[in-house]
């Protein structure tokens, strides 16, 4: 018998643009044979599914089931596909945990630990895992922007600390107090939370891991190089054709071991589930690679790098979705 499955999308950020383009991906791969596959946006109207006919269904909240004319659709797990709040951050997990209906990805602690950048760092560094030195800012709390001057080596980097998709944020080259406060001013818009962090140097590496069957699951390396006219990899660069990804990376196999590891290593520390991407910095003079951030919901779009890595694995999307579904019923 066939499983009801809800695909979550939309959301209440900025983000909501790139959760459709993913929600798109999903949505085409998931078996049908296996699945019956209903799309659930998310949005400050409400949560709707709309049906062929253009009509849309809001949600029972209650106890997150549709009324299809005279037939009530309970779900049997929810896949979610949403970036940013409320997907990204924990919020939905505890309200599926409360109702108990189980979903694809990390859960909610994991998933709010990850979203705030600071806390992310600071639960990899007291588990030996390498990151950069970093100073958080909190909107109408002390804290001085003349203490990242002289406590931060630059180049830095200047974020929201909360958010995904690189939105707000900016590079500043040296202690330059205008530019600093130009760029901390610009997360503020996004967040109230301002992450600066010193600029590790070196080559950019991202790596999806996921669990099946009770075993962690390292995809292949990618190296990610922004273009020669993008000061770093922003929103831009990301999603508007500004970079290049090679994958799986022309690396030989101790480096690309050095980051499976580490990346394994991060998985559990943070106890994920589901797929999730992890971020490095490999610094070369160290030989170890650095965690920038984890992505609990990594992009899904047919040109993301997770989807790149799947076919790199030599799986089709349909089976990897596959897993990460029947992995919430422990199959």
């Not at 037939?71 to 945990?97: C, R, S, W």
């Not at 799947?310 to 990897?320: D, H, I, N, T, Y």
């Amino acid at each position: 018998m066939k499983r009801n499955i809800a695909l979550v999308t939309g959301g209440f950020s900025g983000e909501a643009v790139i959760s459709y383009r993913s929600a798109n991906t999903i949505d085409t791969n998931l078996d049908r044979s296996l699945f019956n596959v209903y799309k659930i946006d998310v949005n400050a109207q409400g949560w709707f599914y709309e049906l062929v006919d253009g009509r849309k269904i809001e949600v029972n909240k209650n106890d997150f089931s549709l009324q299809l004319d005279n037939e009530k659709v309970n779900f049997d797990a929810v896949f979610i596909g949403m970036h940013g709040t409320p997907g990204e951050d924990g919020k939905l997990q505890g309200y599926f945990d409360t109702l108990k209906i189980p979903y694809t990805g990390c859960d909610a602690a994991s998933s709010a630990i990850t979203f705030n950048k600071r806390y992310a760092t600071a639960v990899a560094g007291a588990t030996g895992i390498p990151v950069a030195k970093s100073i958080l800012l909190i909107r109408n709390v002390a804290g001085r922007e003349e203490d990242i001057l002289t406590g931060l080596k630059f180049p830095v980097f200047v974020k929201p600390n909360n958010g995904g998709s690189s939105i707000g944020m900016s590079k500043v080259e040296k202690p330059d107090a205008a530019a600093l406060h130009t760029a901390i001013e610009k997360a503020f818009q996004e967040d109230n939370q301002v992450l600066v962090e010193e600029m590790v140097q070196g080559r950019e590496f991202t790596v999806g891991v996921f669990r099946s069957k009770g075993n962690i699951i390292v995809l292949p390396v990618t190296e990610v190089k922004a273009d020669a006219d993008m000061p770093f990899f922003d929103f831009v660069a990301k999603y508007q054709g500004k970079s290049s990804e090679v994958t799986p990376a022309e690396i030989d196999e101790a480096m690309a071991g050095k980051i499976r590891d580490t990346a394994s290593r991060v998985y559990a520390a943070f106890n994920c589930r589901g797929v999730v991407r992890i971020d490095f910095i490999y610094n070369e003079a160290e030989g170890r690679p650095y965690m920038l951030e984890v992505n609990t919901i990594p992009g899904q779009s047919e040109a993301s790098i997770i989807p790149q890595q799947v076919r790199a694995m030599g799986w089709s999307l349909k089976e990897f979705y596959s897993k990460l579904v029947l992995e919430c019923f422990g199959e």
